[in-house]
């Protein structure tokens, strides 16, 4: 008898792939290409993704044999769950398989952005030695104001605490005794963003969510406030950041995520108080191992016909 195919449709960890091996004929696509994806899905019992790759209702259409698709990460918002569903597909993630790095990449971008960290070495690079024209600001004894305490924003929380910040957050989700066992005041949205010195984007991307921080939030901001998200692109309004940014209504921004990915020419990316990385949160080998691994068992549970518990 054939061998179930597996399709993996972006970059997984090797250990993952070894799983799979054992029991299914494993095969590859550039997920982001939608004319190879669509006619490779026509034999698949199973896609694997991550964030570049758009499982919607035509990719589903195209896969008459397959029965999971799983994603390799936290979020689910490439992949069309209700067409799914409909379709008697099954949808697996791995919601904490990469949370550590997500938080570790915002903090990166934050501290990056205060110290100016990447002009700086592009300025060193180009062969000038700048000093005062990088002057930074500490973190210690800064507000730092999270939008989303969820499972990300709790590990950021804790982890910037340790910096002697003063800690707000919004979340209208969150109870405040919650919060305040981590240490966190839950605020309004406004009053986070008239008091924050840094702000650190930690939501999903919902019908919601979008465009939560646009031009008429940008305008309630501290002038020295440094904004950075490495949650989802589309959160932050880009056009609305890159004016308030040029405007001096903003002083800087981290940013690893992008309304539409690939994104190599935003003209943000010209601006020297903005740093910015391809959507590289998820990106570490422990999170890429917990997140393939974790994705790998469900899929094999699932096309042996077994329960499939949270990963
Ligand atoms: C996630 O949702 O977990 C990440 O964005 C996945 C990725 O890096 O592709």
């Known amino acids: 008898m054939p061998q179930p195919v597996v399709l993996v449709a972006e970059e997984l960890a090797p250990s993952a792939l070894d799983v799979l091996a054992r029991d299914f004929e494993v095969r590859h696509v550039d997920g982001a290409d939608r004319a190879a994806l669509l006619p490779a899905l026509a034999e698949a019992d199973a896609v694997l993704v991550r964030s570049a790759t758009q499982i919607d209702a035509e990719a589903l259409a195209a ?175 880009e056009q609305a950041l890159f004016n308030a940014i040029t405007e001096g209504r903003v002083a800087g921004a981290g940013l690893d995520v992008y309304a539409t990915e690939p994104c190599t020419d935003s003209p943000l990316f010209a601006l020297e108080n903005v740093v910015a990385t391809p959507h590289l949160g998820a990106s570490t080998v422990e999170a890429q191992d917990k997140a393939g691994l974790a994705v790998a068992r469900s899929v094999r549970l699932a096309l042996n016909g077994e329960f499939v518990p949270d990963a």
């Open 63 to 237: 896969a008459p044999r397959l029965k999971v698709v799983a994603r390799a990460g936290v979020g689910l918002d490439n992949v069309d769950v209700p067409a799914a569903t409909a379709r008697g597909v099954m949808v697996v993630n791995a919601p904490t398989s990469n949370i550590v790095s997500a938080a570790e990449q915002a903090i990166a971008l934050l501290l990056a952005t205060a110290r100016n960290i990447a002009p700086a070495h592009a300025a060193l690079r180009d062969g000038r030695w700048q000093r005062s024209e990088f002057t930074g600001v500490e973190i210690s004894d800064k507000t730092i104001g999270i939008v989303g305490l969820g499972r990300i924003g709790v590990l950021f929380a804790q982890r910037m605490a340790a910096f002697g910040t003063r800690l707000i957050a919004y979340d209208p989700y969150v109870q405040p005794t919650r919060a305040a066992q981590i240490g966190v005041r839950l605020v309004s949205l406004e009053e986070l963003l008239a008091d924050s010195d840094f702000i650190s984007i930690h939501l999903p991307k919902t019908a919601e969510t979008l465009g939560l921080i646009g031009e008429k939030e940008l305008r309630l901001v501290k002038p020295t406030v440094r904004i950075v998200n490495a949650a989802r692109g589309g959160l932050v309004d």
